[in-house]
């Protein structure tokens, strides 16, 4: 759940930038109910931010007039960068941001002339970013630590549960975090397996930070490592598949969902384990470009199948 006083922080940017809005509005945006809307009101009053309030229909909350905190200055190109930014933010629906997310905009919006204003208006009120459809985890509670972690070079102690097992302890030189199909992952050092792993940020139950201090790899890169990791899990078939079309092309098809996906030749050489042969070949059936199956034979053979099932559908 999101602190509070970034709440209370939130329901003042909304006030200075949109000057009345009704307690239900400001209730809905926050993502409260009304008697803790009442609260951060009261809170704001206490720190002695001038407020007024009108009953009735058209009533609701606002800044006494003349009151204004300096706000931060966006060049227009900034401005709209930053509110896309926001809408791509609010498409991961992490729920611990909703508050952080209508504060940052209420900022943008205020600092803006009228005419951009209306354009980032538009941007957020119209653009619809269609992200992954995985169920998100909505949880990014060690996500600001980690990341302060990597950026400090900083080794930390986790207590980390990983899937089928108890939990257990972890030294770990946090290289990078990548967000990947609803889940945040932290890629590093492993001490215990005196290797590199990622770890899902939803199975971590304890973050400690050490004394101790690494020097990250220069050409380290968290997100490859991750796909890497993701295509060699342990599971039962080698799969190998030549896929005759281009690399941003391939992922765009959710090809690195699949498993790693490396140019080769006049096309992308995909990577990967599976257990389930038959499902796999389904995948592939449903891609756009033509691709061949390297390995294993068995995957030749399904996929055979679902092509002859196919035209028997046809006839």
Not at 298 to 304: G, S, T, W
Request: hydrophobic share 40%; proline share 6%; net charge positive.
């Amino acid at each position: 759940m999101a602190n509070p006083t970034t709440r209370v922080l939130a329901l003042l940017e909304l006030l200075q930038s949109h000057g009345q809005l009704s307690g239900s509005e400001l209730a809905r945006r926050l993502g409260v109910d009304g008697r803790t809307l009442r609260r951060y009101i009261s809170t704001l009053e206490e720190l002695g931010i001038p407020l007024t309030s009108e009953r009735g229909r058209y009533g609701g909350y606002r800044l006494v007039a003349g009151f204004k905190l300096p706000p931060m200055m966006f060049t227009p190109d900034e401005a709209q960068a930053v509110s896309l930014g926001l809408l791509a933010a609010r498409s991961l629906e992490l729920a611990e941001t909703t508050p952080a997310l209508a504060s940052a905009q209420a900022k943008l919006e205020r600092v803006m002339p009228a005419q951009l204003k209306r354009r980032v208006r538009a941007l957020s009120e119209s653009v619809t970013l269609v992200m992954p459809r995985r169920p998100p985890t909505s949880d990014t509670t060690w996500l600001a630590e980690l990341a302060d972690a990597a950026q400090t070079r900083q080794r930390v102690r986790l207590t980390y549960c990983a899937e089928q097992a108890a939990p257990g302890q972890r030294e770990v030189d946090p290289y990078g975090l990548v967000y990947r199909w609803g889940f945040w992952y932290l890629s590093g050092w492993c001490h215990l397996r005196q290797a590199l792993r990622s770890f899902r940020l939803d199975r971590i139950q304890a973050v400690e930070p050490l004394q101790e201090h690494f020097v990250r790899p220069g050409d380290f890169d968290a997100a490859e490592h991750l796909a890497s990791s993701i295509a060699n899990l342990p599971r039962a078939h080698a799969v190998e598949v030549q896929l005759h079309t281009d690399l941003h092309s391939a992922s765009n098809e959710w090809g690195d969902v699949l498993g790693m996906l490396v140019p080769h030749g006049n096309g992308v050489r995909l990577s990967t384990r599976t257990d389930y042969i038959p499902w796999f070949a389904r995948q592939l059936i449903g891609l756009p470009f033509d691709f061949q199956v390297i390995q294993p034979e068995a995957l030749r053979l399904a996929v055979r199948e679902q092509a002859e099932r196919l035209l028997r559908l046809t006839q």
